[in-house]
């Protein structure tokens, strides 16, 4: 099956600074990359989608200016939260796509704001 | 809008009994379906999938079978075992160029020995 590597697996940031996150789709080429959150218990939420070179789009609710997504190329999207809060604290969970209906996830990033 | 609707958990099991988590959809459309499993701490992982209406999805022992009819896709395993303990999720893709995967709520499976 198709390899997805997502980086870093878990990271811990003081209140006000900012974290990225990677993830990489090592043996196809993506042309479309959802961004998933999950908290505790709870079932995956999008965040927004974005297709290579373009603009992301966010879903209702989410802070396009707060949660930055770069999908430069078709093997690398990158999600940065910015100036993050306790409250970002949560599950983030990649997830690139090919053409066909299958979708692929990322091992996913535990952040965890202090 | 398509949707998905899983049992709600969490469902206790003990090692070698039958288990059955249910899944309704509704969508526009002919979707595929899909159960992904996700350990603790992990992303998911695609367990099995389905197509088209009257297909049987199977991997390691479980299995679903997409029927139309009913909007279901019911997930089955005749003997279960420790290591499924896990978080189940159903879900579903319109087929659509570019759209996400809808899932349910996720349903956790606990098998004790």
């Known amino acids: 099956g198709a390899v997805v590597s997502q980086h870093p697996s878990w990271v811990i940031c003081k209140s006000g600074t900012s974290v990225k996150i990677e993830c990489r789709s090592l043996d196809f080429q993506a042309t479309t990359m959802f961004w998933y959150r999950q908290f505790p218990k709870q079932s995956l939420m999008l965040m927004a989608t974005s297709n290579e070179g373009s603009k992301a789009t966010y879903e209702q609710g989410v802070e396009k200016d707060k949660f930055l997504i770069n999908h430069a190329s078709l093997t690398l999207s990158t999600l940065t939260v910015t100036s993050a809060h306790p409250e970002d604290s949560s599950f983030y969970i990649c997830?690139?796509?090919?053409?066909?209906?299958?979708?692929?996830f990322g091992q996913g990033t535990r952040l965890t704001v202090v | 809008g398509d949707s998905v609707t899983q049992m709600e958990g969490p469902v206790t099991l003990s090692e070698e009994a039958f288990l059955t988590i249910n899944c309704t959809y509704t969508?526009?459309?002919?979707?595929?379906l899909f159960w992904y499993v996700q350990y603790p701490g992990e992303g998911l992982q695609l367990l099995l999938k389905a197509t088209k209406a009257d297909d049987k999805g199977s991997n390691k022992g479980f299995e679903a079978t997409y029927r139309k009819e009913t909007t279901s896709f019911h997930l089955e395993k005749g003997s279960v075992q420790v290591s499924d303990s896990a978080v189940y999720f159903c879900a579903l893709s319109s087929n659509q160029a570019g759209t996400a995967l809808i899932f349910g709520k996720g349903t956790t499976l606990s098998v004790s020995s």
């Open positions: 969508a526009t459309g002919y979707p595929s």
């Open positions: 997830s690139p796509k090919a053409g066909g209906t299958e979708a692929f």
